[in-house]
């Protein structure tokens, strides 16, 4: 999945991709981070601004 954008992407749609990936090919949120070479700080800056916060237990976004 090509999450280069993720910057610029609806962060509506952007939360199904990025939980769509976390379920499917990464354990972790610094997994998928590593994997897709991310900024972490941006990327949950850019989904809590819209209210979507990491929960590890569950592996998601919510």
């Not at 999450?3 to 939360?15: A, G, I």
């Not at 990025?18 to 994997?35: F, G, P, Y």
Request: aromatic residues 6%.
């Amino acid at each position: 999945m090509d999450l280069s954008t993720y910057l610029q992407m609806d962060p509506h749609l952007l939360v199904g991709l990025v939980n769509t990936e976390l379920r499917n090919h990464c354990d972790s949120l610094d997994d998928l981070v590593k994997t897709h070479h991310l900024d972490p700080e941006a990327l949950t800056e850019k989904l809590g601004n819209a209210d979507y916060h990491y929960q590890p237990a569950q592996n998601q976004f919510r």
